[in-house]
């Protein structure tokens, strides 16, 4: 069915988890990731993104309970589709999962989740999710297979995976470039046709963050790598700002 939504303010998602990381790397205290979800925060981020891998490579078991306990924006957790993260959700109840895929020998998210090959499995492992009260994404390709499964199985939420585009551009293959964001016009559009709220991440940046945000079905951004990696030469607040001015910029019709 098509939607007659008002599409509102776009909404940012700032992801903290390679604060951690440059934690972890030293084995400390600090840089401490939910001081700079505060600080994310009061630069203007609507909700805080972080992935508690089965690995806990970067975010911790103690870095969640300090997240619910002392954030004022919405938490995202985003998780495996695991037995072990399903009950930490559970245990937690955040305002929302986006279930990933998860190998533990990648650097980052590598893709998105194959909703289709195994569409049973996950209707039942995000049935007690929804009704904890979790709205629940899914992190998926901007394929029309894998849209179509993520309504079928009861998903609230579909993120789009951006980052085919991102890396299209950072390469200088422009006419990929563009056809991938043809792709996650018509995808958003089609997810938001079956009644899905629209998400879109991964790679984004400033210089490819604006032809995103102007789709006016994408309703949140989530965003993290490259505002941790700015915050390095303006600080974090800053970066978030400047992240905020262009989605906000581009959603007005406006570029630069």
């Known amino acids: 069915m098509q939607t007659d939504r ?10 903290i988890d390679h604060v951690a990381t440059v934690r972890n790397a030293r084995g400390s205290s600090y ?6 979800a505060r600080l994310a925060e009061s630069a203007g981020a609507d909700g805080i993104t972080a992935h508690l891998r089965e690995d806990r490579r970067h975010i911790s078991d103690r870095d969640i309970e300090r997240l619910m306990a002392e954030l004022t924006v919405p938490l995202n957790f985003e998780m495996a589709p695991t037995d072990e993260m399903q009950s930490i ?17 990648e650097l980052t998210t590598e893709g998105g989740l194959d909703v289709a090959r195994d569409e049973t499995r996950l209707a039942h492992f995000i049935a007690p999710l929804r009704e904890a009260g979790c709205r629940v994404s899914i992190f998926i390709a901007a394929e029309r297979g894998q849209i179509d499964a993520a309504h079928r199985i009861g998903a609230q939420v579909v993120e789009l995976h951006t980052g085919a585009y991102c890396d299209a551009h950072a390469e200088g293959r422009l006419a990929e470039r563009d056809g991938e964001l043809e792709r996650l016009r018509e995808m958003a559009a089609f997810a938001d046709s ?16 604006q032809p995103v945000a ?8 989530n965003i993290g790598h490259f505002l941790i990696g700015e915050a390095i ?6 970066a978030i700002a400047e992240m905020r001015r262009l989605m906000d910029a581009a959603r007005k019709g406006e570029q630069g």
Do not use: M, S
Request: glycine share 10%.
């Open 194 to 209: 079956l009644g899905l709220e629209v998400h879109a991440g991964h790679g984004l940046t400033y210089d490819t963050v």
């Open 233 to 238: 030469f303006a600080g974090l607040e800053a």
């Open 214 to 221: 102007a789709l006016p079905e994408i309703r949140e951004l």
């Open 89 to 105: 959700a559970l245990r937690h109840r955040p305002h929302a999962v986006c279930i990933v895929p998860e190998r533990r020998e």
């Open 31 to 36: 840089p401490d990731p939910v001081r700079a």
């Open 6 to 15: 008002p599409q509102g303010k776009l909404r940012l998602g700032v992801n």
